[in-house]
């Protein structure tokens, strides 16, 4: 059970994102041994969270165990544990329930939902995150469709039907379109007595067009295609407050049994505690090589930093930029544990972005996407997004059998994952042990 | 949306499980409206549920929304609401929202699990009724094996490697069977660290043998076949006093993370609410007919009721049993609305159960079983158990991509099934609304 007969550098993985399982998957056999640490037990495909939070796709389709991930790595100890904090001077990681040494730190521990200073809005417009943010909108939306079906107040109705997102980045233009539909298409045909042309979707977003990170036709586009769909797009609309069932915008309040929030992201709480600098946001201003200041030993990857590349890019917080630092990383690592101390991390070239394309989809046959200086709307760049997350899917899952499930229930909405669960009957039950 | 100009009878049916659904499938379309409630949104396929326990299969793969499978049944409405009594003289249903009245009511209630009045054993071993159950004992035996994997102290990883199954009937001798293979082929893969052969899987039965209400040669056979997959069997020994993490046997005190009981089967709650004799386990006698002493307008079915028909069969606790009432109720309430009031209910032949056999399955690739005359038992039985509901939820799921996908997923432990989540870490969200 010991290994403290390996006399290999220790090298430990902090969260098993997009990141950090890259980098486990990519740094090669023998050079050292590696411990990965995940508060969950599972990798998510956290592209797709939102088909499970509008109830398109179940929680196996998305997620992964680490530890199934990793099985062939044999140099790769996973650990289920959450981080308390760092000691960089003793190389040390404080987990919950142990403590790491290590020689070299990866620290990938993503983003976290941000309220800009409203904690306590979280209460009444979850976000998107975790399987268990997604499980509790889904499950909450289901509901108050159940509930509509029963009451007779024309009022209550309405509010039971609304759903309201807020944010008018991707995950909001995807987290609307996909809504919209699922009220449209399919609980039209689950419910008997609802007439779900009342139901509606908001989507508030502060700015003055969505998708900001895209070229404005590609924001004009989205907007077009949402409203086709049915979804009412509010622009240039901030919001005040936030309440159970309530959000009041500046000339009214919008009641709905459910509110999400797609609004703000933030580098995970953890990040300001490695002691370099941050952004507003949170996020670890990082060397170009994305070593932490003074401590070349640790690296600091994912969504959870602030850089500006040598090209001028902004590295954005996406899976694939995620992915590229985390084999980056893997890959400077193991050239210097290859040459040895001789080999100083000055020599480090700096992380280059490859900017691959951005797309976000709206329903189910529609899309924006931007590849280089091509720009695409519409069902040509929905066929693209498809393609691409059923590659990465492919790899993901890795059975043929499980592919033509999963595009089946995709276009279909999967059935299954309207079932409704979760709701706490009693207190919570007690962990094992 | 109001159906008030409807003036056929109004058919309450209080139970999507296999006997209220079977019923609304059945129900021929024109003689009636029909109000099908349940209290959750879905039908579970409850032969399976202990697969979902023991991380093999996923909730979309053994539950379905209720009204995506009556989709097609334009007579029947369904409502997701809870039963909170009954008012026979009034014929009316209450239910936590509203107050449902009713010409022909069908009681489907289920069952529910039974501490033999230790109410308090529930909290430290949960049974298996639900698909919360299932998530429930399924997080906790992961996370037992993720702690396993940290602690260095060898009596807590013991307790931590650990599984009580409390129960020889089916689902006892389905779980311990099922948790053995999972220790040995799935968790020895997935965990670097631990050493899964010091893993236990116990089973505790009072009784001097398994499955009571097989031939005493299947009995055997289940046992040595369990203990051919490594599951530790005690017979004859009851269970004096469950605690956190203890259970209190005549000679000892076994410790263990995970303790699930499989004992003890009742009717629901709701049974005795109904006015009629019950037997210990809280099941109404009904009459022949299925129908409630003195209220021929009222039939009870499945889990709740205690019947011995015509042939002198105990009509058990399965899903056959259940669906066959189901579809003979149906029958008889359609023959009945079709003759109109003439006919006096006296004239309906009793409920015959046909025994298509019964087996229970060994872990993967055994089983026992008896059709009929004859026993099986090993590779055979389990190839008929695994084409039987394969068959079954062809029928069930209706697709065949989704077919092979379960089986290549059931064949293999499906990797997402080992995905935890669902672990409270602040105050549960209020329900929407």
Chains 1, 2 share one sequence.
């Not at 993503?110 to 009444?124: A, K, L, M, N, V």
């Not at 370099?276 to 170009?288: F, W």
Request: proline share 6%; aromatic share 8%.
């Amino acid at each position: 059970m010991s290994t403290a007969a390996d006399t290999r550098p220790h090298v430990v993985v902090l969260g098993a994102g997009f990141a950090g399982l890259t980098f486990a998957q990519k740094f090669p056999a023998g050079l050292a041994r590696v411990t990965l640490v995940d508060r969950t037990n599972h990798h998510l495909f956290q592209p797709l969270l939102y088909q499970v939070a509008t109830a398109g796709l179940a929680v196996p389709d998305i997620a992964q165990p680490v530890r199934s991930i990793l099985a062939r790595k044999r140099d790769v100890t996973v650990l289920m544990d959450e981080v308390a904090g760092f000691d960089l001077a003793a190389r040390t990681v404080q987990l919950r329930q142990s403590v790491l040494s290590y020689d070299h730190l990866v620290v990938a521990l993503g983003g976290r939902t941000s309220y800009f200073g409203h904690p306590e809005w979280e209460r009444h417009a979850p976000g998107l995150k975790t399987i268990d943010d997604a499980l509790r909108i889904r499950r909450n939306v289901l509901h108050a469709f159940e509930r509509a079906e029963m009451t007779d107040d024309p009022t209550e109705r309405q509010r039971l039907m609304t759903i309201v997102v807020i944010g008018g980045g991707p995950t909001g233009v995807e987290l609307a379109g996909t809504f919209a539909e699922l009220q449209r298409h399919v609980l039209a045909r689950d419910f008997r007595r609802l007439n779900l042309r009342t139901a509606r979707v908001i989507l508030v977003e502060g700015s003055p067009r969505l998708l900001n990170a895209y070229p404005p036709e590609l924001s004009d586009r989205a907007r077009a295609q949402l409203e086709s769909l049915g979804v009412a797009v509010w622009l240039g609309v901030q919001v005040r407050e936030i309440r159970d069932s309530e959000v009041v915008l500046p000339n009214e309040t919008l009641r709905a049994a459910n509110i999400i929030w797609a609004a703000g992201v933030a580098g995970s709480p953890l990040g300001p505690q490695l002691g370099a600098e941050t952004d507003r946001a949170g996020r670890v201003k990082v060397l170009p090589d994305l070593s932490l200041p003074g401590h070349p030993e640790v690296r600091v990857l994912g969504d959870m930093i602030a850089l500006t590349d040598p090209m001028g890019q902004i590295v954005p917080g996406v899976s694939p930029a995620a992915m590229q630092a985390g084999a980056y990383a893997a890959q400077t690592l193991a050239r210097e544990l290859r040459a040895g101390a001789a080999a100083a991390p000055a020599c480090r070239a700096p992380f280059v972005y490859f900017d691959k394309g951005t797309m976000a989809t709206i329903g189910r046959s529609r899309a924006v996407a931007k590849i280089g200086r091509l720009q695409f709307s519409g069902f040509t760049a929905w066929l693209a997004w498809l393609f691409i997350h059923l590659v990465f899917l492919v790899g993901f899952r890795n059975k043929l059998s499980v592919l033509l499930s999963w595009t089946y229930s995709y276009l279909t909405f999967r059935r299954g994952a309207r079932v409704i669960y979760g709701f706490p009957r009693e207190d919570p039950p007690p962990p094992a042990g």
